[in-house]
Structures are given as structure tokens and as C-alpha cells.
């Protein structure tokens, strides 16, 4: 198997009341993207809410020196990193498929399950 066809799988609980950790599962997602790994980013329950259009501009105070979750979004997209909403999770907090950035894809539960099972690698934040 060559380093294309591995797999990394990052999950993110963390959302705004955590935004320290979702900076960084952007960031290693990135790193793991630019390792050449097929990456994706699994969102649930806080995590979901980064990726509702509008959501970091309207919740995120920009540290000087700091990155910011836009910044790291938009360096995971660039990178090719696939990103993925819980719909449990969406369902709950009544987001919607079109509430979410265009990038964002809808999946259950049981697709996390099979991603981790079969990846080369996995963080959790």
C-alpha cells in the first residue's frame, strides 16, 4: 500500500467552547493531508456548529499571533481534506444540510465506525 492510499481520520467533539481544540484538529488534519493521506474530518456535537455557514465569523475572536479557525479551515480545504457532519448530531441541534458550509458532508454514526476500523491512523479532539 503506498502513502495515497492510507487513510487518517480525525474526530472533532470540539466547537467554539473549545476553539483551541478544533484549531488543531483542522491542523493535524492538514498535516495528515499533506503527508499524502486520503483525510477526512469527522464533526460531532460542537464541532458541527464550526461548520454552519457564518458560524466563525460570528464566534471566533481573532489572538494576535494565533490562527485562526478560518485560517485553518481554509488550510484543511486547500489541502484536500474531506470534512464530515454527524447527522445524529445535526438532527439534535436542528442544522440542516443546507445550514452548513459547501464543503461539508452529511454522515451517520455507522461511517465514523467503518472510517476508524479501516484507517492507517486517527486523533480525536
Known sequence: ??????????????????????RSALMFASLAAAADFKTILFCI????????????EK????????????QRLAEALEMGVEIQCCTQTMANKKITAEDLI???????????????AKADGTLCF
Open 1 to 22: 500500500m503506498t502513502t495515497a492510499e492510507k487513510q487518517f481520520i480525525v474526530t472533532c467533539t470540539s466547537g467554539f467552547d473549545k476553539i483551541a481544540n478544533a
Open 45 to 56: 456535537q460542537n464541532a458541527v456548529d464550526v461548520m454552519v455557514k457564518g458560524a466563525i
Open 102 to 116: 459547501p464543503q461539508a458532508n452529511l454522515a451517520g454514526a455507522m461511517n465514523l465506525i467503518d472510517l476508524t
Open 59 to 70: 464566534n471566533e475572536i481573532a489572538v494576535p499571533g494565533v490562527p485562526t479557525l478560518a
